[in-house]
């Protein structure tokens, strides 16, 4: 959006080239250099951008260097030491960066371009930070644009269509700015609290645009807050349209409204199982909540999102931040077995991640709350790339914490521990079917949750070994200090240990997809013992036994090696499971008794087959790939359908549905 905005204001005084693969780049660089090379700063690309921009300092020393975007630190003297660290930044432009960026152009146009000169000049550039002989310059913030349908759109005008390559996932602003204060998002200040709207046909020319040109399965709406306005409900509708009209989106990726149930709700039965019903909670504690200045539905709203799962298929999910100040093992245990029993089916447990630029991260914030923090390198952000010439390897590093003034190392490590059981026992309604059930006999989600995973963590298990491997790895990524991080990887071999998947996955996803992908049947096996625990005498019911037994194989045959889309299972069950699956078994299992048997086929769906097959194209069928599927898409949409062999009954998903040919 910075380019097209300054091609608009500037014209033909300046011309240029955007770029999100580093080889395009780096043979770009090979015919010449630009006078300016400007780049967005992210916690995902900053460290590569720092290598380019080295790299182009050295070969090019009149070219001028410009970073924006949001990993820069808000205090002064943190900017100071960041901006003295890297050189090689001419100039870092904090905040929205559309209307600094051509003020900063013309300000170079002043001096011929020349980077030394403006600094020696000291002239103040609004939203804009330098150094001069170790003194940082920094002019006032601008102000935001308030009509962001000056901005120029980076689709109609055909600048993004390069990036339709299959594999790049689109994506689209309706919105800038949040109104909350939320210390841990870089969108907390006050600097971004006035929200401002691109107008609804232009909304609706960009998704044209993007639907009749896409492949891949998902796509990102970049609101902070979707569903804040009616609008919102507006472009649900659209979407479904381009949904019947192109397949698309297949999944929604947004984050929600976080005070808005109705809109939420709404949204979700409109978009009919491409976007979860849900909203991220970070925390339900409310010394957690005080402190990160958080404001969250109530749990009972939540409750009612998540039941809209049980009308449309969707996932109901939310979302919880570990290590927050004033966090505690206790509050954090209770915060997630109360979204558990909320009703959701995705519940992500995060780190605390602390970003550059947030009050969270402040040193303030630091000695107030006392954190520990260690340093990791980020999922699939390392590589070894060719930068004119040289081979230089690369991986970006974050920075979360790991203990605070009110949770220890130890407390840390079992909460991570119950992240894991949680992706492996409740995560994409993998167990949805069983909970159901055990709803009727009055067992909540949160004791099953908890009693699966003191079953799964005890050593007589097979998962044991798994959680063992699974804390190994995640603390054997983590380092001191960012330097000692980045010292590692610049050890020979290193790199090649990330690129074979050893070393730098998501630990909790990489050992989620193992579980899932090579230990299945164990996992029922813990879940339906859990179960029948939890019935304790109801269990031992003749029927009930049946239920339980039948339950079990029926949905291994759903789920297991999901990946595998030709591959079907046949089978005669005395439950008519298909009518039980289209109901979204909220109907009694003993309703549907089929004392002569049923014969169901259970297989994927032309529809599903493209899904899946989208997926691996875009990640593979390596363990790593499936961990980042897993991570990214609706497990539960490529649980397999279900049809009766002799009455030529079929389940039609809202989600799945289709006729097979």
Known sequence: MVAAYAKQELGDEIDFEIFKYPDEFNKHLQSGFPKIAAFSSYAWSFNLCLAFASKIKEASPE?????????????????????????????????????????????????????SALKQSRKVVPSTRYLVDGEIIAGEMMPRISDMN?????????????????????????????????????????????????????IYAELDYIAERTTVNEFIITDLNFGIFKEDVETSHYLAKLQDKHNFPKYLVQASAKNNKERIIEISKILRGALAPGASVQSTDPAVLKAIKRKNLSVEDLAEVAKTRGDDDATGMSEVIMGLPEDTKRGHFKSVFEMIDTGVTLLRNHQFILLEGTEAASLESRDKYQMDTRFRVLMFCIGKYEILGDMVPIAEVDEFCISNSTMTYEDYRECRDLHLTVEIFLNDAIFYDLLQFLDTFGVSHADFIRTAHDRATCKDTVLAEVYADYRKEEEGNHWNSREEATEFIAQPGVIERYFSGELGANEIQKYRATIICQHLEAVHDIAFATARALLGDEAKDEEVDLYLTELRNFSLMRKSNFWESDKKHCETFHFDFLELTSKNFTISPFDVRCPEGIKLEIFHTNRQRDMIDGWIRQYDSSLLGLSRILSRAQLSAMYRNVKDVQNAREFTSKWVSEQVV
């Open 150 to 202: 000056t901005i120029p759109s980076v689709y109609l005008d055909g600048m993004s269509d390069k990036f339709f390559d299959g594999v790049l996932t689109p994506m689209l602003e309706t919105v800038r700015g949040c109104p909350y204060s939320c210390t841990f998002c870089n969108d907390g200040w006050s600097y971004a609290s006035k929200t401002r709207r691109f107008s609804q046909e232009r």
């Open 63 to 115: 070219t001028v260097v410009i970073f924006g975007g949001v990993n820069f630190p808000s205090a002064r003297d943190e900017q100071q030491a960041i901006l003295a660290r890297n050189h090689m930044i001419d100039f870092f432009i904090e905040g929205d960066g559309e209307l600094p960026f051509v003020e900063l152009f013309n300000t170079l146009k002043e001096h011929d371009f020349d980077a």
